[in-house]
């Protein structure tokens, strides 16, 4: 068979970055990429043509100079200047040299921001279930993706809900955020968020059926703000933020409160400013407990209970999949600036390729 | 019979105490107890003559104007000036007014800080088993009290530990700290403390059979100094002091690290500014769990468990119970003031009378 060599372009950061990314810090690149690898020692490549990548702010410390926090796992390792960025996405197989997956297959896994991607093991990837019906974009880092899982085993898995719970959700307006107040609610939790303009909180509690939720940009005194919110005190909260709002959050905490450390979306462009002081005295007089979690770690029980209950709230209808779609590899940098900016409700992605 | 009238001296604070306590912030009292109270209606009252008393760090956050983290549990309720301050200790009973205590009997659980206590219900005191042949102090919030049981329960049941963890211990040369790093040698771990003093720091080395220890107060960047005690990192961290200390322990944690916070000695006597920062963002990519305990909450399984374990521990002579003294009433205020000069080594205690 003839070789097939294809232009590929992609995303690549400058040099690291250290504050809240700019334009300019990213470009463009191009390669030529061949479906017939002419060394083909590893059996398990895969060529993927991506149609939809997504967009997270995790991303950002993969680009800063290196920090101790990032080496205790794999996927967080250094994103080097001028290399290919690995994403969540969803594509279709161009060439297979995995058993399990032959050209044509739509899968969802890591692949990257660009318009190709060449998987070194085909194993990481998983093929999808088209019968299904949902959008090929849910499984891209969404509500049947990364998001979903985040949001559903941080809820269930590390918060240990209990009906009636009061629940605070931060980044409410966020992918994760609008997924984790969904799933309180369903549960049976009452549920506040909060978010940064009023559009945002307008929506979370009209459109997504938050009880209550608050533009945090507008309160001078979060501990106050989070008292009038919650008389009777907070047992949950799903922390996308940090800084000073965990620190007001463990102040306004009940006996046996539970934090799930989801994002730190504060502190991924500034440094050590705006970090919380928490009240550890507080700490333990309310036993609280602070909890740090990565959805890679949840296990198959929990992915299977994720996946049914959540295709099953999507068909009836009683779990919104809120989605902020961009257009072309071109449109990665700024798609990926903005949701330092405030600009995204629900999941950010962008669509690469129509198919 | 006729009513037998006795003179109690007890302690008293002056007024609310908010930074570290000093001998003019106390005085001693003088009341009369009735050994038949006229006014009997609750007939679970004892009076015990109290032998020895507890000197606990954290009665400081009772005497501070009142804060919102101790609303959550009724035994740290505010310690009001010129009122009795209950403290755990060992007594005789001198007249029982509840069923299953008889004059005589010995008796440990929330006593004052005085001469006599008169207990409203009776239920709460444990009557003792003198047979076992342990010193009565033992009891009296020591290795066999509220210390022993929170080292042991906030260890094994908090920090859930592996054989062969490394295991940060700090105030190691405190009431609990000797405890949890004489259970973490014990169960296999690999223990290093910190301590303020030379000869605390030779002290647990030396006698107790710490891997190694540390006086902090001689270090200048403790982040290094842990990553250099520790250069595989902290799998454990047994919090007695909170601050920078917890936020040096959080950078050199390891994935699935936990924390179990016991006590935040640095905070109790100043204010903001000790707070640790916390790296939130390593918090979640090293899953680090953050816990806050009290003793109270363990249950009667894990209660039996200890007090097995650790009589047998006595009795073998593997587990070293080491105590520091005073004598009599009077000497109660310095003994506690003494905890936050870092003077004492062990349980601090004080003797208020010989039977």
Redesign the interface.
């Given at each position: 068979m003839a070789e097939v060599i294809i232009r590929n372009k992609y995303v690549v950061t400058k040099s690291h970055i250290d504050g809240a990314p700019e334009e300019s810090d990213f470009s463009i690149s191009e390669q030529l990429l061949s479906l017939k690898p002419t060394n083909n020692n590893n059996k398990n490549v895969v060529v993927v043509k991506n149609l939809y990548v997504s967009i997270d702010p995790y991303q950002i410390?993969r680009m800063k100079a290196h920090?101790?926090?990032?080496k205790?796992?794999s996927f967080?390792a250094a994103i080097l200047p001028g290399q290919v960025i690995e994403a969540f996405g969803v594509g279709r197989v161009m060439e297979s040299g995995h058993p399990d997956l032959e050209t044509g297959d739509l899968v969802s896994g890591l692949l990257c921001w660009g318009e190709y991607t060449v998987v070194e093991d085909g194993q990481s990837l998983q093929k999808l279930d088209a019968s299904l019906g949902f959008p090929l974009s849910y499984y891209a880092g969404g509500v049947l993706g990364s998001s979903g899982i985040t949001a559903y085993g941080g809820f269930f898995q590390v918060c240990k809900p209990k009906k009636g719970d009061n629940v605070f959700v931060s980044a409410a307006s966020g992918s994760v955020g609008l997924l984790v107040g969904q799933y309180a609610k369903l549960f049976g939790c009452y549920v506040v968020g909060c978010a940064g303009t009023k559009e945002k909180v307008d929506f979370i509690k009209e459109k997504i059926g938050f009880d209550d939720a608050f533009n945090y940009k507008e309160e001078t005194n979060l501990k106050s703000t989070l008292q009038r919110y919650f008389p009777k005190g907070i047992d949950i909260y799903f922390?996308n933020v940090?800084g000073e709002m965990?620190e007001a959050v463990v102040?306004n905490m009940?006996?046996f409160g539970r934090i799930a450390?989801?994002?730190?979306i504060s502190?991924?462009t500034n440094s050590?400013l705006s970090?919380?002081?928490?009240?550890?005295?507080?700490?333990?007089?309310?036993?609280?407990?602070?909890?740090?979690?990565?959805s890679i770690?949840f296990d198959d029980t929990l992915q299977q209970q994720f996946f049914s209950a959540t295709t099953q709230h999507l068909h009836s209808g009683e779990l919104k999949a809120i989605e902020d779609i961009s257009y072309g590899v071109e449109s990665i940098p700024m798609a990926f600036i903005g949701l330092f900016r405030g600009n995204n409700v629900g999941k950010k992605l962008v669509r690469i390729a129509e198919d």
């Open positions: 410390n920090s101790s926090s990032h205790a796992i967080s922390d940090g965990l102040e009940n006996a450390v989801c994002g730190v502190e991924y050590y970090k919380g002081k928490l009240d550890m005295i507080g700490v333990i007089y309310k036993r609280i407990r602070i909890e740090g979690f990565l770690d």
